[in-house]
């Protein structure tokens, strides 16, 4: 929870304090009821919710009728997730949705009441995988809160006010003159009553932010507007030997609008500004006419306290240690950050990419029309917001969308257009396709994101894309490493804090050596998100441990290392340790025990001898004779079934354990797997060998039991009778070949040491497991007493039904072809 009040004076979020306009807080105590129950109860807004689900807020507020009928009442919110409908005294006012963008919704007056007024805001975090922004999330995206999480407000302001201003401005060539100008946006209610006169003045008055000195002061523009009506008005301005904006010293200005009518002050309107020039030249960036390299890092809105509704404490305390690390950039991943946060890199001094929250989306979603329309709103609403913020660099239209194919263009091309038609700054997007991205033409800077565990591999690429982008800024803006909470074994450990700190340190020192025009560690602090992940063995799977700072902002030796890196300081003393990959003595053990084991009643029995050699090398007479209800005890079929499962189990459980760490195998999981619950306990189950040794032989032998009475089942519909054993018989037997993965169970953790050679060992054991299925095919013809091209066909058609409706199903609930075609092209874009 958080409840503080809205923030009031010139640092304030949106919309500073002036004489003439004010807030109505609504921070505080709310009414709140979740959909399905009827108990309202009581909430501190803003705050965020842990779940998903839709939620009613109410609260009462009071408007004396001098402000219903002389004043023009704006709700103003900072930021709602995703959709809101909001209602004012039981009328419908507006709906929004983009949970992570400022808005302000006009109240008519018919919907105010003189006295009490109610407002009440439905609201849905509820995200789909094809038309929302962003996505469902994935695994390693951030949390999904809901509610009411920033400030939110009523303000008033006269019946003629101004409702925005774009400062532009250009410099002579030595920065001793800044010419200027505010367009100014005006509107109006009904002001025939109360104003006789509808011409108007405005000026502008530049004062210096840090101590109020006056700078300069325009002539009066003189404007005419009517009732209900809206136009612009451009007021040029010019300043002598400006204080220029950079993260070295960071100055800025008060730009206060004064609109009078007959010299009576109508309304004031402040922008809080500063002043800077930003080229891109020759590949490089040039602020204020000198070369700058960005030394940054990532930050998400999260904290262990207030979710992603953090006070304003909270905020510039991350800011300050952002600052005091030296950092001079920030990058806001992946959505537009609370207004606060802005004003606090204007005033400390930190360049901003900020961008909106396509991440992580397939190039069918991403070239539709309904999507483009939507990102097209969110980066308006954006770019409007924050575009007279001095720190911000350049905009972002997405991060680690499929650019690797060639339909991707279409959105690259619509939203850098539609970008740059509002706000002139560079556009940039953060690639995830080193090798094979075709898109970073169509933006400013060339941005990627490198995860690359070997240090060679690592180099290799970000030179490619180095050179392959000479004309551009080029700029890594992720590069980072997940840590194990508590893991202080020295860098030999790669879960460790001091593996993280070396990471860190040399892939900065080949970014350095390549002249890179800047990089983003990924990232400040912790941050919980919204899927399990499987890759870090923390207690707490939800959390995302890849901060310099912990959840708790507590440093790490990374956040040491990098605030030497960024301040030409002494690198701390990172411990080796004593390192060695621990090996499941398990899977050996199972290997052995199995392989004793048949081995002992292999030869100790000729009754299992003569049935094994039968069933192995002459099934259709063995199958044969179980139809002819020739006796294989049930004992004997058990201890064989046992052996089977338990072979599989360990052989499931080897592959899972050994490519637990692999974050490709993880995003596939996380796909399939949608239930959260259900990989919470897979992952707790394959991070424990034993445990999932056993686990899977159950699995295993459950498949054995429910494919004995799917046998049994479809025996009704032939002609001669089959018993439940003989079902059993067939069903186990036929799995026999299964026993010649033993000895890879035994070997299959030291073999397995990528995701390559992990699928080629699974393409064996899929091998195996078809064999043993076409045996089944002809066991059950023989004890049918059908031919087996009829089984075949059947089981086929069953198959692919099934397959088919599974595809179906997936694909509309989470376009997993879509999906399946973006993984590919990220598994290619490194060589």
């Not at 004076?9 to 009827?38: E, V």
């Not at 997007?429 to 991205?437: E, G, L, T, V």
């Not at 941050?527 to 700072?549: A, F, H, K, Q």
């Amino acid at each position: 929870m958080n409840g503080n009040p809205t923030l009031i004076g010139i640092d304030a979020g949106m919309f500073q304090d002036t004489n003439t306009r004010f807030k109505i807080d609504l921070s505080g105590k709310w009414l709140a009821k979740i959909q399905g129950d009827k108990k309202w109860f009581e909430v501190l807004v803003p705050s965020a919710y842990d779940f998903t689900g839709k939620v009613t807020f109410r609260k009462s507020f009071n408007l004396a009728d001098t402000l219903v009928n002389n004043k023009t009442i704006f709700l103003v919110a900072y930021g709602i997730n995703y959709e809101c409908q909001i209602f004012i005294n039981g009328q419908f006012i507006a709906r929004h949705s983009s949970g992570y963008t400022s808005f302000v919704v006009r109240i008519p007056e018919r919907a105010l009441n003189v006295g009490e007024n109610t407002i009440e805001i439905r609201v849905s975090n509820e995200l789909n995988s094809k038309t929302t922004i962003p996505l469902r999330h994935q695994v390693w995206a951030w949390r999904n809160y809901g509610g009411i999480f920033r400030d939110i407000y009523i303000l008033v302001t006269p019946k003629v006010w101004v409702d925005d201003v774009n400062v532009k401005y250009s410099f002579t060539s030595n920065f001793s003159i800044l010419n200027g100008e505010a367009e100014v946006y005006f509107s109006s209610g009904e002001i025939s009553k109360f104003f006789e006169n509808k011409n108007f003045d405005v000026k502008l008055q530049i004062f210096e932010k840090l101590d109020g000195t006056f700078v300069t002061e325009t002539a009066p523009v003189r404007f005419f507007i009517d009732d209900f009506r809206s136009l612009r008005v451009k007021i040029p301005f010019t300043i002598l030997n400006p204080k220029l904006w950079s993260p070295e010293s960071p100055s800025l200005y008060i730009l206060k609008l004064v609109v009078t009518n007959l010299g009576k002050v109508v309304d004031e309107f402040i922008v809080v500004t500063g002043f800077r020039e930003l080229k891109i030249s020759g590949g490089d960036i040039y602020l204020n006419g000198q070369r700058i390299i960005l030394r940054g890092i990532s930050r998400h809105e999260d904290h262990p306290k207030f979710g992603n509704a953090l006070t304003y404490e909270e905020m510039e305390r991350d800011i300050i240690l952002i600052k005091n690390m030296g950092a001079n950039s920030i990058r806001l991943g992946h959505y537009p950050a609370h207004p606060y946060v802005l004003n606090l890199c204007d005033r400390y001094g930190l360049l901003v990419l900020e961008e909106i929250p396509v991440w992580n989306v397939p190039v069918d979603i991403l070239t539709t029309e309904r999507f483009i329309s939507l990102a097209k709103d969110y980066i308006s609403e954006m770019i409007n917001r924050d575009k007279n913020h001095p720190s911000i660099l350049a905009w972002g239209i997405g991060n680690e969308f499929d650019s690797a194919d060639k339909e991707a263009r279409k959105y690259v091309a619509e939203m850098t257009k539609f970008a740059k038609s509002i706000d002139d700054r560079p556009v940039y997007y953060a690639s995830r396709m080193i090798r094979n991205d075709v898109c970073v033409d169509l933006v400013d800077m060339a941005c990627v994101n490198v995860y690359i565990d070997n240090l060679e591999k690592f180099s290799e690429n970000v030179e490619y894309w180095k050179k392959r982008y000479e004309n551009k800024p080029v700029i890594i803006t992720e590069y980072g490493k997940a840590v194990q909470i508590g893991n202080r074994n020295g860098y030999a450990d790669p879960l460790s804090y001091e593996s993280q700190a070396k990471y860190i340190l040399d892939r900065y020192r080949i970014i350095q050596e390549m002249d890179f025009d800047g990089s983003f560690v990924w990232i400040f602090s912790d941050w919980r998100g919204e899927r399990p992940v499987m890759t870090i063995p923390n207690p707490d799977l939800y959390l995302y441990t890849m901060g310099v700072v912990s959840y708790n902002r507590e440093r790490r030796p990374s956040y040491e290392v990098l605030k030497a890196l960024y301040t030409d300081g002494k690198i701390p003393t990172l411990a080796i340790g004593d390192y060695s990959e621990d090996m499941p003595i398990v899977y050996p053990v199972v290997g052995i025990i199995l392989l004793l084991f048949l081995s002992y009643i292999y030869y100790s029995y000729r009754w299992f001898r003569e049935n094994f050699n039968r069933a192995i090398f002459r099934p259709y007479n063995f199958f044969a004779d179980v139809r002819d209800q020739s006796q294989i005890s049930f004992g004997q079929t058990s201890i064989l079934a046992l052996i089977i499962s338990t072979t599989l189990g360990a052989f499931i459980s080897g592959v899972l354990n050994r490519l637990k760490q692999n974050e490709f195998f993880d995003y596939i999981l996380t796909h399939l797997i949608f239930v959260d619950w259900l990989k919470v306990k897979l992952i707790s189950m394959i991070w424990f060998p034993f445990t999932s040794v056993i686990y899977c032989s159950l699995f295993s032998f459950v498949l054995i039991l429910i494919l004995t009475f799917i046998v049994q089942f479809f025996s009704m519909f032939v002609t001669v009778r089959v018993f439940l054993n003989h079902s059993y018989s067939v069903v186990v037997w036929s799995f026999l070949p299964v026993i010649f993965l033993i000895p890879i169970d035994m070997i299959l953790y030291r073999v397995i040491g990528s995701l390559g050679t992990g699928f080629m060992i699974v393409g064996f054991g899929l091998f195996i497991v078809l064999i043993s299925l076409s045996r089944l095919m002809k066991g059950i013809s023989i004890i049918y007493e059908v031919s087996q091209w009829r089984v075949s066909i059947f089981s086929l058609v069953l198959i692919l039904i099934l397959l088919t409706a599974l595809s179906i199903f997936y694909d509309y609930k989470f376009s997993t072809f879509a999906y399946l075609r973006f993984l590919s092209n990220i598994l290619n874009s490194v060589k």
